[in-house]
């Protein structure tokens, strides 16, 4: 490793890079966990159906800042109609029961979306730099810069929103507990609309940036999943959380699969992240930036 | 009327602890046992071998997780993995040690299973709720890493999707190519049979009630002496061996291949599904959850043919997502104790019947 510091850089370079994709998946997750209690195991479906719907706009010839503004129309179309389909009808339940109806729900966006699009690769190109440059002897990608900065750019914000302003407080008490949100007078429904609606712009920006490096194509729901550990290690209500768990989770699988991966046999990628998150668990089990749970009888 | 039990009589404290201490219920589960004993002399070759059989299976890996998640209150995604590690184990001691019987192999598999499981669910001490079901994840992605990367697994097979060595019982081949559906659906039967008694008495036992309190209240049970470690970890070791041996039958009667693609991810949600439409904390649930989340896919690709539609097969596919995905949500919302509980309201009517009030 130590031979060679160019590549190791250009290794970690290139797995903070993917890892910037894992945030903003996770983004999304802590987005809605964070403001209703919700685990929306949809959310990688509606980084899919975001692109789909991005993509397959563009392709019949709409400009892609129409494009753009149609899609976001679409996601808050689909967060009311989720709201009041199936989330209206769950106040209070369980957390697994909610967790469920997402699975339920990602399995009709999916269907959903194939069925109105297709299921072929479609390849994005909004204008995202696809350059490289060179710092010293260390190759960057132009892409993955623009994703870090719109990364950064949107934690900003959403961190700001949940700080300081009325919204952002109603949609914490809500998270706490529904019952209790609702009896002091604070609009559930509307607070779900708001913050499924920012998922579904977080998801359609994710969808984006995928979308750009890889096409549009079914396992940018499956890559996902990556987000999951992501989450643990940072922590499921902390969006900067979700930015550092993923670059953590992004480099070190990176190096892990350069440097250890053939003593393994290999792929070791697939699980690394899910092993390292188990064991950071033990040492921290609310995760880096995640609330300490305080329980009592 | 038609429960009625008055005039039903415990004069034995045998009689009084029953597992079903209504007659009714007896009647019923005998009418059940009975049918599904005579299920191979009426059903067709494909109703055994593609829909009895994958239920039969299922069901026990649905009590399996059940007896987690219901009972016990942990959260896991890694059924599948467990299944596969069931199956795995049970091709390595069968061809390991032929001269095993096939179901001892099978348990031995599931005992090595729960071993796993123990191991998995060592973190569930520190963490708990979706903390633990992505923890869980990592056994599901790092088991089936694990026997696809090592060929000590598959014996060093070159395609590394192993058949499993054909057994007989009685004279009767029961796995392999040769084995009649009917002995593979009688033999898959009898684990039904066992492990579900096994596990209607094991939910009343002492380490069943631990896992309630576990559940109801963890750090109340931890006050009144209920030790945490064990009670979690015993409900993951029997987790994981009800998981095991229904991914050793999966593979040694239904698939007749060792293959990891049968346990991905997706059979975990399977089999989450099942337990949750089912009804979480009942083992009737997870035989109807098995029953429903079977068969319903089944039944929507076969649909439109009876109606002569013809559909191409990718649309087909992606309107049997978003039914099926459209019919969870349903069920979730309008019964979220899952299918157990409308059984149970159907009981409490029947007790009543004719005279509601």
């Known amino acids: 490793m130590a031979d060679a510091p160019e590549f190791l850089a250009e290794v970690v370079i290139a797995g903070l890079m993917s890892g910037v994709m894992y945030s903003l998946v996770a983004l999304g997750f802590v987005l809605i966990y964070k403001a209703s209690g919700i685990f929306n195991y949809a959310q990688g479906i509606m980084v899919l159906f975001a692109a789909l719907n991005f993509v397959g706009l563009i392709d019949s010839g709409l400009h892609p800042i129409l494009a753009f503004v149609a899609t ?37 966006l999916e269907g959903f979306g194939e069925i109105i699009w297709g299921g072929n690769v479609r390849p994005l190109d909004v204008g995202i730099p696809s350059d490289v440059i060179f710092l010293d002897d260390i190759l960057i990608q132009e892409a993955d810069l623009f994703a870090g900065v719109t990364a950064a750019f949107l934690v900003t914000v959403l961190a700001l929103l949940f700080r300081y302003t009325a919204v952002g407080r109603a949609l914490r008490a809500v998270a706490d507990d529904h019952q209790a949100a609702l009896s002091i007078g604070i609009p559930l429904n509307h607070i779900w609309i708001i913050v499924w609606a920012v998922a579904g712009f977080v998801a359609l920006v994710a ?19 990556k987000a999951l550990p992501v989450l643990i290690l940072g922590g499921f209500t902390s969006i900067p959380g979700a930015i550092i768990g993923g670059l953590i989770v992004g480099a070190g699988e990176k190096v892990a699969e350069v440097y250890w991966g053939g003593l393994f046999g290999g792929a070791i990628e697939e699980w690394f992240a899910y092993i390292l998150a188990l064991f950071f668990l033990f040492f921290r089990p609310q995760g880096l930036f995640g609330d300490k749970i305080i329980e009592r009888v | 009327m038609l429960y009625r039990e008055a005039g039903d009589f415990k004069i034995t404290y045998a009689a009084d602890q029953a597992l079903l201490p209504v007659r009714q219920d007896r009647a019923l589960l005998y009418l059940i046992a009975a049918a599904a004993l005579a299920l191979p002399l009426v059903a067709g070759d494909y109703a055994l ?99 696809t990367h090592v060929p000590w697994f598959v014996n060093y097979s070159i395609s590394g999707v192993p058949t499993p060595p054909p057994a007989t019982i009685l004279g009767v081949y029961i796995t392999g190519a040769e084995a009649p559906n009917w002995a593979k659906y009688l033999f898959c039967l009898g684990f039904v049979a066992f492990l579900t008694w096994i596990a209607y008495n094991l939910v009343r036992t002492r380490i069943g009630r631990t896992w309630m309190a576990i559940r109801d209240m963890d750090i109340a049970a931890e006050l009144i002496g209920i030790r945490p470690l064990w009670t979690k970890l015993s409900a993951f070791a029997f987790s994981a061996f009800y998981c095991g041996v229904a991914g050793a039958l999966w593979s040694f009667c239904y698939i007749n291949s060792v293959e990891p693609t049968a346990f991905d991810i997706n059979r975990s949600f399977q089999v989450l599904f099942m337990v949750i439409v089912g009804g979480l904390g009942s083992i009737l649930g997870s035989f109807l959850g098995a029953i429903f989340i079977t068969l319903f896919p089944i039944l929507l690709n076969s649909a439109p043919a009876w109606f002569g539609f013809e559909v191409p097969g990718n649309i087909i596919t992606n309107i049997e997502f978003m039914i099926f995905g459209a019919v969870i949500v349903f069920v979730l919302i309008v019964e979220p104790n899952g299918m157990a509980r409308i059984w149970m309201i159907a009981r409490e009517k029947l007790r009543l019947w004719p005279f509601p009030h």
């Open chain 1, 72 to 108: 976001l129309a679409i996601m808050i179309a689909l967060s009311m109609a989720i709201e009041r389909l199936v989330l209206r009808r769950l106040v209070n339940q369980q957390q697994i029961i909610l967790f469920m109806a997402t699975i339920g729900i990602s399995f009709f």
């Open chain 1, 207 to 225: 969808g984006i940036m995928w979308g750009s490096k890889l096409g549009v194509q079914f396992s940018i729901s499956i890559v996902a999943l």
């Open chain 2, 49 to 147: 071998g593609s829909l009895a059989i994958p239920v039969l299976i299922m069901s026990v890996a649905a009590i399996g997780l059940n007896l987690l998640l219901g009972y016990c209150g942990q959260i896991s995604l890694g059924s599948g993995a467990f299944m596969a590690s069931g199956a795995y184990m049970a091709y390595k001691f069968a061809t390991a040690m032929p001269w095993l019987p096939l179901p001892v192999s099978i348990l031995l598999a599931g005992a090595a299973t729960a071993a796993i499981g123990i191991v998995f669910g060592l973190p569930s001490l520190r963490i708990k709720g979706f903390y633990l079901a992505v923890a869980t994840l990592a056994a599901q992605f790092f088991l089936l890493w694990l026997f």
